[in-house]
Each structure stands twice: as C-alpha cells, then as structure tokens.
C-alpha cells in the first residue's frame, strides 16, 4: 500500500477518532480504513492504537509517529503547492524599502526594465535610509546596507557599497589634488550629516592599508545627491557611492579624487521575511534583483 496514504488515514483516524468517520471522510471502507493502520504497525512492529469498542487511544508510539505523520503530510502538501506556485504567472503590488541613494540612483532604473518583463506586476517603493521593519511595516522586501540583525529575515548578499572620493575640476585646479587621504584634512570635505562621524572618514587602500583622517567641510546634507551638487558647484571633495558619481565621472564634471582610496567597503543585503511558500511576485522580483546586483553580478 501507499505509504503516504496509510500515513494520512492515520492521522484521520487519530483526529476523527474512528475508524468508521475517518473511512467515510476518504470515501472508502472501514475495513480498508483498518488495513492502512494495520500495514503501518506490520511495518513499524509496534502498535500504534489501542482499540477498544467505544474509542481509539494512541499508544506512545503512535502519539510520536502521529506528529511525525502531520510534519511529512504538511510538507508533502507545501511541496506541491510551491511547484503549482513556480508556474504561476507573477501578479499584484509589492511594497519594497531601499536606501535613498542606492534606490533612486540603481533600483529604479532596474525596476524600469523588471516592471517592462512583467507587466501585472506593480510596485510601491519607499526611499529612506533607516533600517526596515520589514514585518511590522508591512514591507515584502527591503534593501540593507550593513549587517543584518534580524534573525527572523533572509538575507541574500548584494555587490558591497563602495563609496568614491571625487571633486569638480575647478575645485581641484585651484585647491589641488590629495596625494594621501592624510591631505584631506586641509581641504573642504562635503559629509552626509546623519553619518555618526561625518567628520572622520576612514578609507582603505591599496595593499589593504587603513587610513582615519578628520575632515571638516562648508557644507553637510542627509542626501547624497545634494552632496554631489554641491561637489559639482566647486564647493568641496564629496565622498558618495559609486552609483552615484559614475555618469559625472564619465562625462568629466567630477574627477576622481586618490582613486586608489574608497570609504571602507559595506556589505549590502536584499532581506525578505522567512517565508515557506513566497509568492510568484516575489519569488521572481528577488530572482530578478539578484541576477542585477548580487554579489557575483556586475553592478547594474
């Protein structure tokens, strides 16, 4: 006989509390109701029920095969409903968190070319540089950067955040170039103002040399696009992340400051709640975001 479905008239039986109810809930016979059991005990060597003429009573055998049972049918049952799941098609809103920076100058653009693959899906977007409570704010997905805490999410590694010095090229005529993060200290340095010590930059080298200088600059914000203005505009060296800096580099209006220096490297996650039976939507947003940004991708 199926071994599965001698487990799962088991488990009717114990829960309805008869041979006769659980039989009539399968549709089959009290008798074959019976033979199931009796296959299980033959095989296990053990009892599972003790039979009397008005009740089943679980032995202590059948009381642990009986969880184990419920553990496998639900499983069994989750497997099934994942793969119907897989040919899905992906549908409906996600709401999705993201730093500031790193959502407006990267995701959005990669959430252009996602939402143009998959059109019945919509998503809602919030740019905030705090760290997400995924589950009480009712986020479905969340980009980090740092460490992740919360042992309740999964987190799936993203390319680190590397942040770039650059400096307007009238800026650099006039004040110079930095030959050594040392130097950075005699000039206007632009800092994000909610960093803890936007007024200590600590930068990693080559040959994996560390270097901690004090800056001071004219000019602060708690957006890394004004600093990049305010860098265009002459006003100082601004320290932001790459994505950020990349197009004026290119083009020119920014030039790269000690190249061989970066702010020390911050690992970045893509983070979702545990979850045994995400959806089509998500499942395919979180593919879709790794195969762009995941740690072994190019930085998209």
Known sequence: MDKLASMAMFVRVVESGSFAAAAEASQVSATMAAKHIRVIEQRLGARLLHRTTRRQQLTEVGRLY????????AEVELAESSALELQASPRGRLRLIAPVSFGSHSLVPALTDYLASYPEVGVDLTLDNRAPDLINEGYELGIVIGEVGDAGLVARPLQPYRRLLAAAPAYLEQHGHPGHPEQLSGHACLGMSYWRRYDRWHLLGPGGENCTVSVQGPFTANQGNALRIAA?????????????????LAAGRLLPVLPEWSF??????????????PTAKLRSVVDFLLRRFGADGPLG
């Open 264 to 277: 020390r490297t911050t690992p970045m996650h893509l983070v979702y709640a545990q979850d045994r039976r």
């Open 232 to 248: 265009l505009h002459g006003m100082g060296i601004v320290l932001q992340p790459e994505a950020i800096l990349a197009d004026d």
């Open 66 to 73: 009986y969880e184990r049972c419920k553990h496998v049918l």
